[in-house]
């Protein structure tokens, strides 16, 4: 039989439930990544492209990198330009597929994309897909997602408590071959996509020296790395609690949400290393249990975009409460963007992450409460920005953060940061906003 097998968030082959289920009977493997003319596109709150040029360079980066992992094993990648429900079923036809692998999703689009290539596909082709982002199984969860507590403490003390992470699975030593006599198109350029799809022409961003992401690269090889390097070879698991919240270096935190982000490294493989951390160090250390947390928290935004459904990414909150009132002033918003709001702490934030792609976890609330509480704007605008902007843009996390901040997640709390009094706390010398001086 001939397996198709749909790349998504999901570019390696370590701990791939997609790729370790192939049948038995499985002749013939097709890898075909899809750049996607709506993931590509624009956004409907900013009209700009929801893949910016930093995290469209990081993406295909990761793809040359995975093409060499397969070809290692015998394999390749197809890249095709087009929507997966038609590019996949036209595949399937043309190569007499069975079967349709695939990583599965949990937010709204995504999960949309799932449904319409299944009814593209028709009762011929199954589509089977696998759980290869979540740190926790959802099948092994003791509760259905419907009943996902609205509180993460709940789900931390009631629900992931009850639950054992998987351990990563080993990555394949060998592949089925392509389906004979079938030559896979190359990978495209930044240029060559912005051509097909009538797209602005991607920035070209030069390597800033004073970026917080180390120089490693996109890719599973480079994630991998990353992650041998800042758990084993240097330990940095024990300080991480202690230096969490810096915002200068690229030490101060693991790096590890742009290889995460598009599934280049596990979270069960990240677990796994931190079981490895307190096996070599003795006790579980502040530094390991804090790292756990937010992987924690990553899962929880996951599932519970899942519960949401739609609900996610609207206006209105998740009890039902209202944001504060919007002014909804382009050139207000325009000059956060720019990082030129006279905020310095704010400003400084923003120029990194235009000159970067990234921005440490305390300048995303800061600048996320300032555009929201301060300056009195739409949060899915500045949702839509870190999309465009962010090298490690995820939905749920972007999301689920955003709607944290306007009060309109499952928090009902005032959320509004003290911006000054946060500046004196983790800039008190001002480094980091000279370091981001214009």
């Known amino acids: 039989m001939t397996v198709l097998y749909w790349l998504r968030n999901d570019l390696r082959l370590h701990d791939n439930e997609a790729l370790a289920a192939l049948p038995a009977g499985t002749t013939a493997l097709l890898p075909v990544y899809c750049f996607d003319p709506v993931s590509l596109g624009s956004d409907a709150y ?5 893949t910016g040029s930093h995290r469209l360079a990081f993406l295909l980066e990761t793809l040359a990198d995975l093409r060499q992992r397969y070809a290692a094993l015998g394999s390749a990648i197809h890249f095709a330009v087009g929507r997966p429900e038609e590019v996949l079923p036209a595949l399937a036809r043309q190569l007499n ?4 692998h695939a990583s599965t999703e949990h937010t709204t689009e995504e999960e949309e994309a799932e449904e319409a290539l299944r009814a ?3 009762p011929q082709v199954s589509l089977r897909c696998f759980e290869t982002l979540t740190l926790l ?4 969860l003791p509760i259905p997602i419907g009943r996902l507590p609205l509180s993460f403490s709940k789900f931390r003390f009631d629900v992931a408590a009850k639950v054992r992470v998987r351990p990563p699975l080993p990555a394949p030593r060998q592949l089925p071959p392509l389906p004979s006599g079938f030559v896979p198109t190359p990978l495209p350029t930044a240029d060559a996509l912005a051509a097909a799809l009538d797209l602005p022409a991607s920035a070209r961003h030069l390597p800033d020296h004073r970026s917080a992401l180390p120089a490693l690269g996109g890719g599973e090889t480079a994630g991998l790395a990353r992650l041998h390097d800042y758990a084993v070879a240097r330990h940095l698991i024990g300080r991480y609690d202690d230096t969490r919240n810096e915002m200068l270096g690229e030490a101060f935190s693991t790096k590890f949400s742009p290889w995460l982000a598009n599934g280049s490294l596990s979270a069960r493989q990240i677990w796994a290393a931190i079981d490895g951390y307190d096996a070599t160090h003795g006790a579980r250390s502040k530094g390991a249990m804090q790292l756990r947390l937010e992987l924690l928290w990553r899962d929880y935004f996951r599932l519970l975009a899942h519960r949401a459904g739609p609900d996610f990414f609207r206006w209105r909150g998740l009890r039902d409460q209202l944001p504060k009132p919007a ?4 050139t207000v918003f325009a000059n956060w963007a720019a990082g030129r709001t006279g905020n310095a702490f704010v400003d400084a ?3 990194e992450l235009a000159s970067t792609g990234f921005m440490s976890n305390r300048g ?9 509480h301060d300056l009195h704007q739409d ?3 500045g949702a839509a920005w870190f999309e465009h902007q962010l090298i490690d843009h995820d939905a749920a996390s972007n999301w689920g953060n955003w709607k944290y901040i306007a009060g309109t997640g499952t928090d009902v709390r005032d959320t509004a940061f003290d911006v000054p009094q946060q500046a004196r706390r983790y800039d008190p010398q001002g480094r980091y906003v000279r370091t981001w001086r214009l």
């Open 46 to 50: 900013l009209g700009l492209p929801r």
């Open 97 to 100: 597929a069975g079967a349709v």
């Open 120 to 122: 593209a596909l028709g």
């Open 137 to 140: 199984h959802p099948d092994d």
């Open 327 to 330: 002014q909804s002033d382009k």
């Open 349 to 351: 934030n923003m120029r």
């Open 364 to 372: 995303r609330q800061n600048v996320a409460s300032y555009l929201i």
């Open 379 to 381: 949060w899915r605008w």
